[in-house]
């Protein structure tokens, strides 16, 4: 038998999900969602000297879409923009991107 690889995917947990904005957990103000973004960005930037790191956030129109926290939203991308090797992306590029880089081989089953 030979060696197979294949593309397999799941949805990753998103710790910065603008959910918690709606259900009290750590994010009362809009301050709060915008610090929490910095802050993961700029650890997971540092760490991606390294190794690539993948930032995953989840927004929803109800609730990042509120005046203060599209600003607090808008804030964070500008920081992001701000670094070198930053790919603001959909998730339908990410598996482009890794099917193109890390094409799947083996037996067809």
Known sequence: MGTSRTHDADQVPAPECDTRLARGLGWGQAE???VSLRDN???????GEQTPKMMTVALHCRLAGKPARAAAFARFVDHILRHDRVWICRRSEIAEHWRRQHPATGEKG
């Open 32 to 34: 709060d969602f915008f």
């Open 41 to 47: 960005f700029d650890a997971l930037h540092r760490e």
